[in-house]
């Protein structure tokens, strides 16, 4: 049956839903058209849903002074290196010659006894303190594509939506390839591809996909197809079955990202404990009992239509949310939480961003793993060094 004018009034209103959002002078507009902050960009911390905000950025120049932490590009102060504590997140600030250790034999040995992994070595990109890694080359000319920094790539990975050069120059200027052409003639923006809706009207759009699971952010549709989280309960048919809509009744709980909360108390508990054979809730509330008529199991769970995913409870399942969300007030879909009020979280300063956070620290002092706060190693120096000079006239 031929779609009414309603209808596809309303598949129009909801194809153009992602375009109608226009970021602020001081916004940084993501590839699915969220806004956030323009400083929020290449700080370390992914913003946007899908991560865009941390794509294609130039990695930091550290000074002769610190070291680049091989991975993540942080800059910490050369006195960290070899300290025996991993101050880089992926240890790399350990895993020079340090105490006699020796690189394995899938690494190179930089010249001053950093240990990289051995493609790293001749790709164009200074990867050791004292490029060693790219001393002695031979670089092959390019065939096909060429990167920035003279890496070699191929027309495939042209604008394909992933990080193939180091520098990530292979995603610069794409905005030629931001949309799909139909079969049809019709073109209709490259994320609305194989999105599980036939955007093209002859489903060209949808043809020979390799449909993938939603990322933890998205809410997943009855039908397969992804949507954002804010999209569900907007009293707007975002799957096209409805099921974003579905069940948003009242509940609430109060307990950080990953618990749940025990009935009849105000404990929260981990999730992971919850029907696990183990009473862990004041009078074994998270557990089965036959007496109150709770059985722990997943019968709720399609009545609930949960956002993210749904675990066994004592009432039949339960919603719960990916990291820094937690479950809304309709019992099934997943709303930012707070996360600089969970203690610890951050060792100085802390800043709430949707769906995560961001530290920092004080002056004279360097974050490490992203969370922790140790003090400059350098500055440290120059005040003992300030002291020492002190006690003379004394």
Same mark, same amino acid.
């Given at each position: ?15 153009? #839903? =992602? ?5 602020? $002078? ?19 911390? #992914? ?5 865009? &905000? ?17 991975? $993540? +590009? ?24 340090? +105490?006699?250790?020796?690189?394995? *034999? ?33 670089? =092959? =000319?390019?065939?096909?594509? %060429? ?82 989280? &804010?999209?569900?309960?907007? #009293?707007?048919? &975002? ?14 709980? &109060? ?17 992971? #404990? ?27 769970? $399609?009545?609930? $239509? ?7 409870? =004592? ?12 479950? *809304? ?45 140790? *003090?400059?190693?350098?500055? %440290? ?14």
């Amino acid at each position: 049956m031929e779609a009414s004018v309603e209808e596809n009034f309303i598949n129009l209103q909801r194809a153009a #839903k =992602p375009l109608l959002q226009m970021c602020g $002078s001081n916004e940084f507009q993501c590839s699915n058209g969220q806004c956030i902050n323009m400083d929020w960009r290449c700080d370390g911390t #992914k913003d946007c849903t899908d991560d865009s &905000d941390e794509q294609n950025c130039p990695l930091p120049e550290c000074s002769s002074q610190e070291f680049k932490c091989l991975t $993540s +590009g942080e800059c910490i102060p050369l006195g960290f290196v070899c300290d025996g504590e991993e101050d880089c997140t992926d240890g790399s600030d350990e895993q020079r010659a340090c +105490g006699g250790r020796t690189c394995s *034999a899938d690494q190179f040995t930089c010249r001053e006894g950093q240990c990289i992994p051995r493609e790293y070595r001749c790709d164009h990109v200074k990867d050791c303190v004292d490029n060693s890694d790219e001393n002695n080359c031979n670089y =092959p =000319p390019c065939t096909e594509k %060429t990167c920035a920094n003279g890496a070699c790539y191929s027309n495939s990975q042209r604008c394909n939506g992933l990080q193939d050069c180091r520098d990530g120059s292979d995603e610069f200027n794409c905005s030629k390839y931001t949309e799909f052409e139909c079969a049809n003639g019709f073109c209709v923006p490259m994320p609305f591809v194989c999105d599980h809706w036939d955007d093209c009207g002859d489903n060209s759009d949808e043809q020979d996909c390799a449909y993938s699971t939603c990322r933890g952010s998205d809410f997943t549709c009855s039908s397969g197809r992804c949507i954002p989280q &804010d999209w569900v309960c907007d #009293k707007f048919n &975002d799957c096209g079955d409805f099921s974003d809509e579905r069940g948003c009744d009242s509940d609430s709980r &109060d307990c950080y990202p990953g618990e749940w909360g025990c009935p009849g108390s105000t404990m929260c508990i981990p999730l992971n #404990k919850v029907c696990d054979d183990k009473p862990d809730c004041p009078g074994g509330t998270d557990e089965t009992n036959s007496t109150a008529g709770q059985t722990c199991g997943l019968d709720r769970c $399609s009545t609930l $239509s949960c956002e993210f995913l749904c675990h066994p409870s =004592p009432q039949g399942g339960t919603c719960y949310c990916p990291d820094g969300f937690i479950v *809304a007030n309709d019992s099934r879909s997943c709303t930012d939480y707070n996360d600089c009020q969970i203690w610890g979280i951050c060792d100085q300063l802390c800043e709430d961003r949707p769906g995560t956070h961001h530290c920092s620290c004080t002056d004279g002092y360097v974050l490490e793993q992203g969370h922790a706060c140790k *003090a400059n190693v350098s500055g %440290t120096e120059h005040l003992k060094a300030f002291l020492s000079h002190c006690m003379v006239y004394f």
